[in-house]
């Protein structure tokens, strides 16, 4: 095993364990607003260091640019959803304190 | 047992378990998410069979596009206040869906056993035949030349069922806007995520059909790409939808099959029906793709829109 092998095997296991923690949250955590913060915190960082382990095994340059590219646009789609689901939330819920119709 | 045994045995589960909570959930949401899972299950065993043309397709087209199209559907439903029915069908009915399907299990079973063990079917046949047909990507040689037609029925086929979207206009709204107008703020973060990521999703699109003359990709795949991108601008509140009296509009939807039959009509002069001229075989082959994406992606974001509700 090589070194880059031992990096990529530690990392994806740490962003494994940020994905289960993530899931964890998701089903134990007490309101939707902290439920959704776990889900798309944790496995924002999950998926991070899943690239990033992965990248070592990546010969070509533009084979990490594509991984770097995978990870930017997942971290902007989950977080801007997340905005707009929490958003679309305090509309609905009855312990929402403001409520901003326009989404 | 090795680890790859594992993988697949693993995701063979998981594709089962997602298909039998979206048939036998008792909510349509629930039923509808699990769906998508299955789609996006699916892709993956078509990337572990080095499938990866059709694991794109599938993860684009299967759990993408038609998950939005269910979702939209029942949203509508929802709006229009039709209640959920949640008694189960009748018995005989039951029986007869469950035997239709167990047969054609067993069919494809059957099927699948009866393939001689250790052939490579054509594939020796389409490489060595690909050689002067322009394309490197074995996929898109088949798509676009060996079996034209199929690609060019499918094409049609989507622009039909647009047609048919369309013709459920109510006569006053007749050339008017498709889908509901949007309210975005326009300082919030649909705003912002709408004017970031068109850029890239063009770029990726573009990218994704020019690749597929050589490595997995292609116009179906590119087309859904835009085809979001598309969406996304509309739902932020950017641009609203064409109305469809546009001609700019009909003219792009067509311009693809449309280029692929009138080519394939020409193809007569060189033998038959939708042949090419070997050494025009690469520029034409490029041509129909690049023409046909567009036309896909219109047609697939025109269907997620739905029927026209608001007078031109």
Same mark, same amino acid.
């Not at chain 2, 973060?189 to 850029?199: H, S, T």
């Not at chain 2, 795949?221 to 932020?236: D, H, I, R």
């Not at chain 2, 029927?307 to 031109?312: G, K, M, N, S």
């Given at each position: 095993? !090589?070194?880059?092998?031992?990096l990529t095997v530690l990392l994806v296991s740490v962003g494994l364990v940020f994905f289960l923690a993530g899931s964890v949250g998701l089903l134990r955590f007490p309101d939707f607003h902290s ?44 977080? !801007? ?6 958003? !679309? ?15 | ?278 050494e025009y075989a690469y520029a034409l082959i490029l041509l129909i793709e690049f023409t046909l994406t567009f036309s896909i992606a219109a047609t697939l974001a025109l269907l997620v829109a739905g ?6």
């Open positions: 095993m !090589s070194v880059a092998d031992i439920r959704l913060h776990a889900l798309t915190k944790a496995d924002n960082l999950g998926l991070g260091l899943i690239a990033l382990g992965v990248a070592f095994q990546v010969a070509e340059p533009f084979g990490i640019v594509k991984l770097v590219l995978v990870w930017f646009l997942a971290v902007l789609a989950a977080a !801007s959803v997340a905005q707009l689901i929490a958003r !679309s939330a305090l509309d609905r819920l009855p312990d929402g304190k403001e409520a901003d119709k326009r989404g | 047992m090795s680890a790859a045994f594992l993988l697949d045995a693993g995701l063979c589960l998981l594709i089962l378990a997602a298909a039998l909570l979206a048939m036998a959930g008792r909510d349509l949401f629930g039923a509808i998410a699990f769906f998508i899972v299955y789609g996006i299950m699916i892709a993956l065993a078509w990337v572990r069979l080095e499938a990866v043309d059709v694991a794109l397709a599938e993860a684009a087209i299967g759990a993408g596009l038609t998950g939005v199209l269910l979702i939209g559907a029942w949203a509508m439903l929802n709006r229009l206040g039709v209640p959920e029915d949640h008694k189960p069908a009748a018995g005989w009915l039951r029986l007869v869906a469950g035997s239709a399907s167990g047969a054609i299990t067993i069919i494809l079973v059957a099927a699948v056993m009866a393939l001689p063990a250790g052939r490579e079917g054509l594939a020796p046949m389409v490489a060595e035949e690909l050689a002067d047909h322009g394309v490197s990507n074995p996929v898109t040689g088949v798509l676009l030349d060996f079996r034209a037609y199929d690609t060019l029925m499918e094409s049609i086929v989507l622009v039909v069922a647009l047609v048919a979207v369309w013709a459920l206009t109510p006569p006053a709204v007749w050339g008017g806007v498709p889908g509901l107008r949007q309210h975005t703020r326009p300082d919030g973060v649909l705003a912002m995520f709408g004017r970031l990521l068109p850029p890239i999703g063009l770029v990726v699109g573009v990218y994704l059909v020019w690749a597929g003359s050589s490595q997995p990709g292609g116009a179906f795949q590119a087309g859904t790409v835009l085809a979001a991108v598309w969406l996304l601008v509309v739902m932020a509140g950017i641009h609203d939808e064409p109305p469809v009296s546009s001609r700019l509009l009909r003219t792009v939807l067509v311009a693809g099959p449309a280029l692929f039959l009138a080519i394939g009509i020409a193809g007569l002069g060189v033998g038959a029906l939708l042949a090419y001229p070997a029927r026209v509700r608001r007078a031109p």
